[in-house]
């Protein structure tokens, strides 16, 4: 039972457009979610994040909106660069205590052409 | 200075073999977690460790044991491999935390597990 999608298994993007990556989750307990990017032969690298109260994170060219009704985040990166190129893992979480883990979707696989 | 760092880096060995990877952080993290990603690049929780005790085990063989020497090491033992535990296993930390924000984690580079 996926409790976080990410139903594109990948993504093309011109340089310099905008990237728009989708999650669904399924879950109502949970309340903070999580962006993770994955290079090739590498761990994860946490990206940027969202608390259930707010709908809207943004850092530098990265932003994270949240609609709680839809059950429904989204990664915004504008503008697009060559080394955003990645796999990108939407996780969430609920505020239990920070030994729960992370529930993560199978990630979105951008690929940024020039 | 690697933040959290595991070895090996691939490990390939015969089924029905017992073989470890281990863990380091040195970030004073309280907490420290084995995730296993599957050929169906499912990232899913192992084990959380949180001052030298488990917290959760997810429906894990008991074939697989984390060890926790001390707060910044997790091992993760595993006996009498099966070609179904070939997979990436991720090693992480964060600190300890109750409330609304749940602090990031972060992740060793993974070790590659082949088990022929």
């Known amino acids: 039972d996926q409790q976080v999608k990410q139903n594109s298994p990948s993504l093309s993007v011109q340089e310099g457009r905008i990237s728009i990556l989708n999650c669904d989750y399924t879950n109502s307990m949970f309340d903070y979610f999580l962006w993770y990017k994955k290079y090739p032969a590498e761990g994860p690298t946490f990206l940027i994040s969202?608390?259930?109260?707010?709908d809207k994170n943004e850092d530098g060219r990265f932003t994270v909106f949240l609609n709680k009704s839809a059950k429904h985040l989204s990664l915004h990166i504008v503008p697009s660069q060559p080394g955003d190129s990645a796999v990108y893992f939407c996780a969430a979480s609920d505020s239990g205590g920070g030994a729960d883990g992370l529930t993560f979707g199978k990630g979105t696989h951008l690929i940024i052409q020039p | 200075d690697t933040a959290v760092s595991q070895t090996p880096k691939y490990l390939v060995t015969q089924m029905g073999n017992d073989k470890s990877i281990k863990c380091e952080q040195n970030l004073g993290h309280d907490t420290m977690y084995w995730y296993k990603q599957d050929s169906k690049k499912f990232l899913k929780i192992m084990f959380s460790?949180?001052?030298?005790?488990?917290?959760i085990n997810e429906t894990v063989p008991n074939r697989f044991s984390p060890k926790s020497p001390d707060k910044a090491h997790l091992n993760l033992h595993i006996n009498s491999l099966e070609l179904g535990d070939s997979a990436v296993y991720f090693c992480?930390?964060?600190?300890?935390?109750?409330?609304?924000?749940?602090?990031?984690?972060?992740f060793g580079q993974g070790t590659r597990l082949t088990v022929v």
């Open positions: 992480a930390s964060s600190p300890w935390s109750v409330g609304p924000k749940l602090p990031e984690a972060f």
């Open positions: 460790y949180n001052n030298k005790e488990l917290i």
């Open positions: 969202i608390s259930s109260i707010k």
